[in-house]
């Protein structure tokens, strides 16, 4: 099994910034893709930033600038800087991986889709 924990949210005023990370752990192969996404209260989940094992990026228009999502460099660890926050960026955020599972003979076994728990972030006006 692979899981998802995040990190990093919390309370900050408008202007100020914040740093979600994303720590997948388990049984791991590889991680092809690592996204974020948030939930805000009464309205759909939405993408926010993701990152391919490439490093190609793609950005919601709403935080295209201010965002920036990256990989850990040889470890199992996704982050999303968050700069010059707005009250309209309050959600949840979630953590999203695509990751491959390492097999019973050490290679690559099934793919999950996984997800983490979400955690909140308030952005004060």
């Known amino acids: 099994q692979v899981q998802l924990v995040e990190s990093g949210g919390g309370l900050v005023q408008a202007g100020g910034s914040l740093r979600l990370s994303c720590a997948a752990s388990g049984s791991i192969f590889s991680i092809n893709y690592m996204g974020w996404y948030r939930q805000a209260p009464g309205k759909e989940r939405e993408l926010v930033a993701r990152i391919t094992n490439t490093g190609s990026t793609n950005y919601a228009d709403s935080v295209s600038g201010r965002f920036t999502v990256s990989r850990g460099n040889g470890d199992n660890t996704g982050y999303l800087q968050m700069n010059n926050l707005k009250p309209e960026d309050t959600a949840v955020y979630y953590c999203?991986?695509?990751?491959?599972?390492?097999?019973?003979?050490?290679?690559?076994?099934?793919?999950?889709?996984?997800w983490g728990q979400g955690t909140l972030v308030t952005v004060s006006s």
């Open positions: 999203n991986a695509g990751i491959y599972q390492l097999s019973g003979i050490g290679s690559r076994g099934i793919h999950h889709d996984v």
